[in-house]
């Protein structure tokens, strides 16, 4: 059965760092895109970043750039978003999500960014 | 980018009726790379339909989606208790991906 598992998120100041991890489990992960879907309270779903198998092509909404970074580490079946400088409105549930459509998701992880 | 823009952005209807919700790009969405997914309160979002018309495993025939280049639908033929749900469609053809803002569907 695939599951997808994310983790690391929590409260955290403006201007502050967060590490969210993503345990993939029950399916062959070298062979998948993988993305961050993120909602904030009360609204839609929003796009955040994907990569690709090996890490050559990594992607992330202009909303991001320059201050998110997505990576995974194939050896340990596990994907993630380093999230620096975040501000008020990263504030969100954020979900790691399989492939392009995707077709698999996991529960989310609660990030909120508040002084 | 594509935007993708939903109507109904609610839809009204009791169990056993039909739901019909539309999916408009901004521009074509190649390759029919159009999904659907469905989201109950509380929960993580669940993939109903991909490539436009292909259900995800395990979703029932009363759930279809159609359409091309820049016009989508997905329609739930009897609407059970469980279909009462926010419905959104998104586009995987380029990067970003993006997402339309979502339809609600809640029971008359």
């Known amino acids: 059965e695939v599951q997808l598992v994310e983790s690391g998120g929590g409260l955290v100041q403006p201007g502050g760092s967060l590490r969210l991890s993503c345990g993939a489990y029950?399916?062959?992960?070298?062979?998948?895109?993988m993305n961050w879907v993120r909602q904030a309270p009360g609204k839609g779903l929003e796009w955040v970043a994907n990569i690709n198998e090996d890490e050559t092509e990594k992607y992330y909404v202009d909303s991001v750039k320059g201050r998110f970074t997505i990576s995974r580490d194939n050896a340990k079946n596990s994907l993630y978003l380093q999230m620096n400088s975040l501000k008020v409105d990263d504030t969100a549930v954020y979900y790691c999500a399989r492939g392009f459509g995707p077709d698999h998701w996991g529960p989310g992880t609660l990030v909120t960014v508040s002084s | 980018e594509i935007v993708l823009t939903q109507s109904p952005g609610t839809l009204s209807l009791s169990p056993g009726e039909r739901a019909t919700v539309s999916c408009r790009a901004s521009?074509?969405?190649?390759?029919?790379?159009l999904a659907w997914h469905q989201q109950r309160p509380g929960q993580a979002p669940r993939l109903l339909i991909y490539?436009?018309?292909t259900r995800a495993t395990g979703i029932p025939d009363r759930f279809s989606g159609s359409g091309s280049g820049t016009d989508f639908t997905l329609i739930i033929s009897r609407l059970e208790p469980e279909d009462f749900a926010v419905y959104y469609c998104?586009?995987?053809?380029?990067?970003?991906?993006?997402f339309g803002q979502g339809t609600r569907l809640e029971i008359k």
């Open positions: 029950g399916f062959t992960f070298t062979s998948q895109w």
């Open positions: 998104q586009q995987y053809a380029g990067s970003p991906i993006t």
């Open positions: 490539d436009t018309s």
């Open positions: 521009q074509s969405v190649t390759s029919n790379s």
